[in-house]
């Protein structure tokens, strides 16, 4: 059985400072780490707060994401794929179901094709030019409608490797939306070949910012 809140909290606040700042991680001295250890400290720890506040769209009457259900840049009766804008690598992309499920409710069907339909994107995403690897999230504390992420890695920023892409990410400069674009297409064109399903140029791509 996992910690109580108030035992994890205590556990991770033994290991820690007098101000309840822990020690920086490994990760910061890995050589893809955004940020140089000297002068970088880990803000203090919190207590927990229970119950939890409601993730977005947790009544599905008042969820973006079913409201969105008919925008994308492809989609068929069970699903939606949607291009991120703003962001700092060449291309994000975003899975959803179109009704309102999250991950843990998902019936066995969408399971399936959930699994299938991943290998089909990232598999397309890595075959553009200059994209080296598809990075694929779930991470669902922001949004309580499942969006499953797609994170293009450009060819060549060894930086960029692992987990610290989502940070650089957010660090670098917003990428042409024109081209970003093009290359959403492009996947798009792929996952109705691969996959079927259609194309759809409802609505304006949504912006980074959920979890």
Known sequence: MALRPD???????????????????RMTGWDISPFEPDGLRVAPLRPPVLPEPPRHGEDPSDCGSCRGRD???????????TRI??????????????DHYDLADLPDELAAELGVLTAHIGRHMQALPHI??????RIGDGGAHLHIWFFARPEGQAQLYGSWMVVWDDLLPEYPAAVAEADAATVADALVASYGGRHSTTGEPPRAGSS
């Open 7 to 25: 035992e994890f909290y205590d556990h991770a606040v033994a290991a820690a400072d007098d101000e309840r700042r822990l020690p920086l991680a």
């Open 85 to 98: 804008a703003g962001v700092g690598v060449p291309l994000v992309l975003m899975l959803h179901p179109r």
């Open 71 to 81: 925008e994308g840049i492809w989609f068929n009766d069970r699903w939606r794929l």
């Open 132 to 137: 080296a690897r598809a990075h694929v999230y």
